[in-house]
Antibody, heavy 120, light 103 residues
Framework: QLQLQESGSGLVKPSQTLSLSCAVS??????????WSWIRQPPGKGLEWIGY???????VFNPSFQSRVTLSVDRSNNQFSLMVSSVTAADTAVYYC????????????WGQGALVTVSS | DLQMTQSPSSLSASVGDRVSITCRAS??????LNWYQQQQGKAPKLLIY???ILQSGVPSRFSGSRSGADFTLTISSLQPEDFATYYC?????FGQGTKVEIK
């Protein structure tokens, strides 16, 4: 059974860089059928898709995030990562990693989520 | 920019009720519309993809349909575990969510 697990710093100071990783187990990150997404949810609010990355490193971003976000993939360790620079309190959210089916664009496996708080 | 307008934002219903949630796309998206359920404090769960295809393991009381630019998620007989928030999604856009509460 495919499982995804987020890890990273839960507290980030304003103006610094948020960094999270997502470890994939029970399956390979190397796939033409799937890409790997990051989605966030501010407290009490809805879902906001950040971007996704393919195993070969190609990326697609939500235009709202494109200038501040970096996605990377580590095929040897079966994981992918997110960095968001110049964070503010508005970046406080639960961050989810998820597997995205390439043709339909749906997300069929999700991590449990990681709360990141931006505060001094 | 594509807009996904989901309605209602909340509803109250009883166990056994038939419930429908609608998502309207501001432009043509063919059948590329997905539905998720999110229980409080948990990750979203895929229910329906491509407008009307039931994800493996999801109960058959959930169904999806499309009429033009309007997409509908229907729960035929609401169960206690169905009280949750539901989201539609196309590409990088999620609907605003519909919270289904106990009447």
């Amino acid at each position: 059974q495919l499982q995804l697990q987020e890890s990273g710093s839960g507290l980030v100071k304003p103006s610094q860089t948020l960094s999270l990783s997502c470890a994939v187990s029970g399956g390979s990150i190397t796939s033409r059928e799937y890409s790997w997404s990051w989605i966030r949810q501010p407290p009490g609010k809805g879902l906001e898709w950040i971007g996704y990355i393919y195993d070969v490193g190609n990326t697609v971003f939500n235009p709202s995030f494109q200038s501040r976000v970096t996605l990377s993939v580590d095929r040897s360790n079966n994981q992918f990562s997110l960095m968001v620079s110049s964070v503010t309190a508005a970046d406080t959210a639960v961050y989810y990693c998820a597997r995205r089916r390439s043709n339909y664009g749906y997300h069929d496996h999700w991590g449990q989520g990681a709360l990141v708080t931006v505060s001094s | 920019d594509l807009q996904m307008t989901q309605s209602p934002s909340s509803l109250s219903a009883s166990v056994g009720d038939r419930v429908s949630i609608t998502c309207r796309a501001s432009q043509s998206i063919s059948d590329y519309l997905n539905w998720y359920q999110q229980q409080q404090g948990k990750a979203p769960k895929l229910l329906i993809y491509a407008a009307n295809i039931l994800q493996s393991g999801v109960p058959s009381r959930f169904s999806g349909s499309r009429s033009g630019a309007d997409f509908t998620l229907t729960i035929s007989s609401l169960q206690p575990e169905d009280f949750a928030t539901y989201y539609c999604q196309h590409a990088w856009t999620f609907g605003q969510g519909t919270k289904v509460e106990i009447k």
